[in-house]
């Protein structure tokens, strides 16, 4: 469908190195990155409360924050631990996180996490009208609307969800939310600069 062979070769260029170098283990996909900065504990392992501490210290506000670790981490844990019982403290577990894929989204990361720059292009050439590198709230929803699969409700609610927190956390004083920004939610740096902003801008 949307991916041609063509497309999908240019994915290698992030996953391999040069000759003779050995391909980045599937260990080190930047969707784990992404996930890893609300593991607090660093033990592999998200609980609720660690989700709602990272998305506290991002600047996310107290009910969104509460409703986001919920939706989060019931959502993510069935899908991070198939086949086992469900745990009633509902752990996401970091080295399954691609298995927390949805549809109806950009297909930045790939099916093992990974990240595809030629996907990551495409938002732009696509949907970035008014300024080369950067969208504006009504190009954001354009994308998302685009970005839609037929019948995929819970796919299309994530996507929403991810993209609307994103803008309201990290737009610019213009109301943009630059390509870098962007590029820095994949690999999860975004989230210690946040952090960092959030720390340094307000006393607790
Ligand atoms: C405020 C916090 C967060 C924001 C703003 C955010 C934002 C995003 C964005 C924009 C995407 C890309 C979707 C796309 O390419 O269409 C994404 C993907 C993803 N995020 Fe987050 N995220 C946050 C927190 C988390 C947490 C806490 C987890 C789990 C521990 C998580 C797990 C994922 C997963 C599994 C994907 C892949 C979805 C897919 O591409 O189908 N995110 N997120
Ligand atoms: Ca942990």
């Avoid at 991916?3 to 391999?16: C, D, I």
């Avoid at 609610?157 to 920004?181: F, H, P, R």
Wanted: glycine share 10%.
């Amino acid at each position: 469908m949307a991916s041609s062979p063509s497309s999908e070769n240019k994915n290698l260029e992030g996953v391999a190195g040069g000759a003779g170098e050995k391909p980045i283990p599937l260990g080190e996909n930047v969707l784990q990155k992404h996930a890893a900065f609300f593991d607090l504990n660093k033990d592999g392992v998200i609980y609720p409360w660690e989700t709602f501490k990272g998305l506290r210290e991002i600047g996310t506000g107290v009910l969104l924050s509460v409703g986001g670790a919920i939706f989060i981490n019931v959502f993510l844990s069935q899908s991070t631990r198939p086949g086992k019982f469900p745990s009633i403290l509902f752990p996401i577990e970091i080295k399954n996180i691609q298995r927390g894929k949805h549809g109806s989204d950009t297909g930045v990361y790939d099916t093992e996490g990974r990240f595809v720059p030629s996907k990551f292009e495409e938002i732009f050439n696509k949907h970035a009208h008014t300024h080369p590198n950067a969208l504006t709230y009504d190009e954001l929803t354009e994308m998302i609307k685009a970005n839609r699969e037929p019948k995929d409700f819970s796919g299309r609610i994530g996507s929403v969800v991810e993209w609307k927190i994103l803008y309201k956390l990290a737009k610019d004083k213009s109301g943009l939310l630059q390509k870098e920004t962007i590029r820095g939610v994949y690999d999860g740096s975004l989230f210690e600069q946040l952090k960092k902003q959030h720390s340094s801008g307000k006393e607790k």
